[in-house]
């Protein structure tokens, strides 16, 4: 099947879900089956563009239009290969990446875009399903060895690619599993563990070793690990949340959003009991729609959900032109969960306080409207508009500042930027000879696409300063392309 006129022809469409009202009950995937036929229809859509803005939009440069070519011609093995020329992992980004390529999309001008994140999910599928992925184990050595602190798709993808250049990689990971933010701060109805797990058990067979439940500075010095290794990649994230200091803030039943989701996947570790609670999630990116989502599953009596941005308009606005990421309103899963269930999101508003009892317990919070400046920059709180909602719990997912490295490199003079992250120089070396960051310790919080990019873009450097010669490894221009 092959129409180079598709896209004049064919309609997006994406698998359907289950209900909402059926979701709740479990934490299996929300999908249902698409069939061959309708991606094939899909991948029709594509224009095939001569100059493939979505490619340019894709931190790791996936080549969009030639892969989407190829499943048109039902070459799924040849896609599968051009996929992972760029993508470590296609089956963590097919499911959970924002896809900023589709964004992109040249067809998005005049219509909807291409679905380049689903397409990318099928051929990896194809990939699993047919046994075409095996571990690819390096012929020869070079005698060197990296040390990468963190397991997330950054330090997981700096891994794989430095490992493949036949350096010896060991992974250190303070939880007792491996897969960072895969692993504890994606619920399993977006990313099956055995998913993650799947891709774990091919990089311990291409060579990696993985040392779990192994904390740097605590378990192991970092002084140790500059003696053992030629080379120390930090990839540890950016663990440190934004908080909101308000008055209240230290009741009991205020939780950080990752200390909830995380505890779903620690083994060990109790749950919180959101069991008929009134739950407010304060927050309205994906963190705070997963807190939704989870409490939710876990029988939540109710969610409402704050958010102190305006509601994104339903088209894009004349300051966020194509082929600028979309900035327009989406309901999530989670959100649509929460709809059918009688829940809301509030924007434009702001929480000033947290309401205790007399057992320090929080029921309730204290907010109030605002309104935004017309570069959307500044907002002022509107008088008068003060509101009390009641609560049991309270989730913060305001986003993360920094990484966490407290212990870790206590008094071994790693230099920062201001803002708390690691500070590099173009190659991605710190100020401690030897020492590379990677991933949202040295850029940010930011996305899984970003982050493998990262990964990518750091095995490279490092494999230059170790052999002292231009490296094989393909590099990624982790700068954000500006539009």
């Not at 040392?211 to 002084?223: A, N, R, S, V, W």
Request: with cysteine.
């Amino acid at each position: 099947m092959d129409n180079h006129k598709g896209f004049m022809l064919y309609n997006r469409e994406l698998p359907s879900l289950r209900s909402p009202r059926e979701r709740i009950n479990d934490f299996n995937t929300h999908e249902k089956g698409f069939g061959i036929a309708r991606t094939l229809t899909q991948a029709n859509r594509c224009m095939g563009c001569g100059i493939p803005f979505c490619s340019s939009a894709c931190p790791i440069g996936n080549p969009i239009p030639q892969f989407n070519y190829l499943v048109k011609k039902e070459q799924w093995l040849e896609a599968l290969k051009l996929l992972h020329a760029t993508n470590n992992f296609p089956e963590f980004t097919g499911l959970v990446c924002p896809a900023p390529c589709e964004s992109s999309c040249v067809l998005g001008l005049i219509d909807d875009s291409v679905t380049i994140k689903h397409l990318e999910w099928e051929i990896i599928q194809k990939g699993f399903t047919n046994g075409w992925i095996h571990p690819q184990v390096p012929e020869q050595r070079t005698g060197k060895s990296v040390a990468i602190i963190g397991s997330g798709p950054a330090g997981l993808a700096c891994a794989q690619q430095l490992n493949r250049a036949g350096h010896k990689v060991e992974v250190f990971e303070k939880s007792v599993q491996a897969g960072g933010l895969l692993r504890y701060g994606i619920p399993e109805y977006k990313l099956p563990k055995y998913i993650v797990d799947r891709r774990l058990s091919l990089l311990e067979e291409e060579g990696i070793s993985f040392h779990l439940g192994c904390e740097i500075g605590k378990d192991k010095t970092f002084t140790q690990l500059q003696e053992e290794f030629n080379a120390v990649v930090l990839a540890i994230g950016s663990e440190v949340p934004r908080d909101l200091k308000v008055e209240g803030r230290n009741g009991l039943g205020v939780y950080y959003a990752m200390d909830f989701l995380s505890r779903q996947h620690l083994p060990g570790k109790a749950q919180l009991d959101v069991k008929n609670k009134n739950v407010v999630v304060i927050g309205g990116g994906d963190t705070g729609s997963d807190c939704i989502g989870t409490a939710l599953r876990l029988g939540a009596k109710s969610v409402l959900n704050f958010e102190l941005r305006p509601k994104p308009p339903e088209e894009r606005s004349e300051e966020n032109p194509w082929p600028q990421y979309k900035q327009t309103y989406k309901v999530s899963s989670s959100m649509e969960e929460n709809f059918a269930n009688g829940g809301k999101t509030l924007y434009n508003t702001t929480t000033k306080s947290f309401i205790l009892d007399k057992n320090n317990h929080c029921i309730g919070i204290e907010a109030m409207d605002v309104e935004w400046s017309s570069n959307s920059r500044e907002f002022k709180e509107i008088d008068g508009s003060q509101k009390r909602y009641d609560c049991d719990l309270v989730f913060l997912a305001l986003g993360y500042i920094k990484p966490d490295l407290s212990g870790l490199l206590a008094g071994n003079g790693l230099a920062f930027e201001a803002n708390g992250q690691c500070k590099t120089d173009e190659s991605k070396m710190t100020n401690l000879p030897g020492v590379f960051a990677s991933g949202d310790c040295r850029r940010g919080q930011s996305l899984i696409v970003w982050a493998i990019a990262e990964g990518r873009d750091t095995a490279a450097k490092v494999d230059t300063w170790l052999m002292n010669q231009p490296s094989l490894l393909p590099e990624c221009s982790t700068e954000q392309v500006a539009f």
